[in-house]
């Protein structure tokens, strides 16, 4: 694990959502002020000295991390959200799932051309949910300056690998999946 004093607030759930896995569940940070208020602390300290226009999240739990986050930096705020969800034009990309495909889509109009976004979520795995984010970000003209997550499973090597020429940061890592 990464020594972060956030792992204390992270619950791990044997056997959900099926046998043999032990679930990390970030919503224990959320269940209390200060463990929340200790993420947002560190997300900001992994932001020092970067530049940034507006930080864009996907839903759901990113909304409650990057809102938070970009009320605390100042900026304006970039939902992300599955097909149907987002009343304007918007753009999308597919990626895919354990078990599937999705899409994530986002405002047409919600980045203009140079700007610096950080794009936030609440757990890396596979990395399918943020590269497709990061498409969004890039086929609009922005700049994905980094990437932040509440918490990493480094056993799926997205990192290192799928996210490989992003600068990604994780508050809690994780060896396994």
Known sequence: ???????????EVPNFPRPGVLFRDVT?????????????IEMERALAGVQIDKVAAPDSRGFIFGAALADRLRCAFVPMRKPGKLPRETISEEYDLEYGRAQLHMHKDALSQGE???LVDDLLATGGTALAGAKLIERLGGKVVKMIFAIELEGF?????????????????????
């Open 1 to 11: 694990m990464s020594g972060s004093l956030l792992e204390k607030y992270v619950k």
């Open 116 to 118: 610096r976004v950080v």
């Open 28 to 40: 224990g940070i959320l269940d209390s002020g200060e463990g929340f208020r200790l993420a947002m």
């Open 157 to 177: 090597g997205a990192a290192k690998g799928l996210l490989a020429k992003y600068d990604v940061a994780s508050l809690v890592k994780y060896p396994g999946k």
